[in-house]
Every structure is written in structure tokens, then in C-alpha cells.
Antibody, heavy 118, light 111 residues
Framework: QVQLQESGPGLVKPSETLSLTCTVS?????????WGWIRQPPGKGLEWIGL???????YYNPSLKSRVTMSVDTSKNQFSLRLSSVTAADTAMYYC???????????WGKGTTVTVSS | QSVLTQPPSVSGAPGQRVTISCTGS?????????VHWYQQLPGAAPKLLIY???NRPSGVPDRFSGFKFATSASLAISGLQADDEADYYC???????????FGGGTKLTVL
């Protein structure tokens, strides 16, 4: 059974960089598919952040592209998100997910809350 | 502002059938990109409910069905149950943005 688990600091200061890691179990990220991040501000809807292939190809939401960097560590079966210059508007639940490459996400992590505050 | 438009809320009594609409444009649903649906129970992560317009992942009851036509799609839930109460999101791909896009979500209330 494929499982994803997000981890990282729950509190980030404004203007700093948010860093999260998603650990995948039950499936090798080197095998196939893409691996993505989605966020949900409190009380609001879902926003796609971007995704990465194990080969390193990345695809980002144009609205966040200038601040987003994704990477993958196949040796640890993990992939990561970095979002720079954060503001209060980046406060959200962040989810990692497996992307089938057919434009949908079939397995999601439970999510991790990130608050941007001084 | 979401690229795909959904009604903020729908409601129905137990046993009834409800539908949730998802309206897009010529650069997403109308460009023949598939529509997918997710169910988000209170306090939980989203769960894939329907993929590629009308396909159910293993374990999803056949009470849930999806349809796509022109620039819109719909999710139908028949035989409403109390534990269907959740937020439902449609999702597709926008070729002008080169991005996966979501609807704003619809809150289903079972009366």
C-alpha cells in the first residue's frame, strides 16, 4: 500500500523559506509517475503548487513559479518543496501526492500545517 | 479565484440523488482534458473519487458517478448517506496555464 507522509517546520517567519519533505513508502519513486504538492489555506479550496518526476523534470504553478523549487532524493525515496519569501498568504495545509501523469492525483498524504508568522 | 466553477453548496436528504456541477472553459475541460473529482471529509486529506471523467478507483461505491460534456462536468451521488457529507472538488488541466487546476469546492450537506 502506497503511503505518503509530509514533514517539516510548522512555523515559518515572513520572508523566509518554507521547506517540506514528503516520504513515500510502499512504492519506489524511481519506478514511475510524478510527485506533487498541493496546498489549502484555512477554510479555502485546493491550490496546485507543482510536481516533479524522479528524473528531475519539474512543472510549477505559474502563480508560484518564481518562488518554488522542488527536488527529489531517490536514495531516501523522498521529494521536497521549497517556497521562498513567504508571507501570511502562504499559511496553509500542505499536501504531497502521487500524480499519475494523466493530470490527477491518486494517493495523498495526510497533510502538514504551515503557519507563516513572526 | 478558481479557474473551474462549482456551486458553493448543495444539500439533499438521505436516500436522495444530488449532482454537483463543474464549469470550465475552452482551455481546460473544453480542450478535451479530463475531469477528476475528490472527496474531502471533515479534517481529512482529499481522496480521489472519480478519475478521467467517469472512472471509479477501487473501493469507491457505484453510488458515485461522473459525467463530462463540452466545457462542463458533473458528479452525481445517489442514495445519499450521512457520511457523504464532505467537500467535493473537481480538477482538470489548463493548457493556457500549463497547470493542474481545481474548482472552488462544493460543500455537501446531508439533511
Amino acid at each position: 500500500q502506497v503511503q505518503l507522509q509530509e514533514s517539516g517546520p510548522g512555523l515559518v517567519k515572513p520572508s523566509e523559506t518554507l521547506s517540506l519533505t514528503c516520504t513515500v513508502s510502499g512504492y519506489s519513486i524511481s519506478s514511475d509517475f510524478y510527485w506533487g504538492w498541493i496546498r489549502q489555506p484555512p477554510g479555502k479550496g485546493l491550490e496546485w503548487i507543482g510536481l516533479i518526476h524522479h528524473g528531475g523534470n519539474t512543472y510549477y504553478n505559474p502563480s508560484l513559479k518564481s518562488r518554488v523549487t522542488m527536488s527529489v532524493d531517490t536514495s531516501k525515496n523522498q521529494f521536497s518543496l521549497r517556497l521562498s519569501s513567504v508571507t501570511a498568504a502562504d499559511t496553509a495545509m500542505y499536501y504531497c501526492a502521487r500524480d499519475r501523469g494523466e493530470f490527477y492525483m491518486d494517493v495523498w498524504g495526510k497533510g502538514t500545517t504551515v503557519t507563516v508568522s513572526s | 479565484q478558481s479557474v473551474l466553477t462549482q456551486p458553493p453548496s448543495v444539500s439533499g436528504a438521505p436516500g436522495q440523488r444530488v449532482t454537483i456541477s463543474c464549469t470550465g472553459s475552452s482551455s481546460d475541460i473544453g480542450a478535451r482534458y479530463d475531469v477528476h473529482w475528490y472527496q474531502q471529509l471533515p479534517g481529512a486529506a482529499p481522496k480521489l473519487l472519480i478519475y478521467a471523467n467517469s472512472n471509479r478507483p477501487s473501493g469507491v461505491p457505484d453510488r458515485f458517478s461522473g459525467f463530462k460534456f463540452a466545457t462542463s462536468a458533473s458528479l452525481a451521488i445517489s442514495g445519499l448517506q450521512a457520511d457523504d457529507e464532505a467537500d467535493y472538488y473537481c480538477q482538470s488541466y489548463d493548457s493556457s496555464l500549463s497547470a493542474r487546476i481545481f474548482g472552488g469546492g462544493t460543500k455537501l450537506t446531508v439533511l
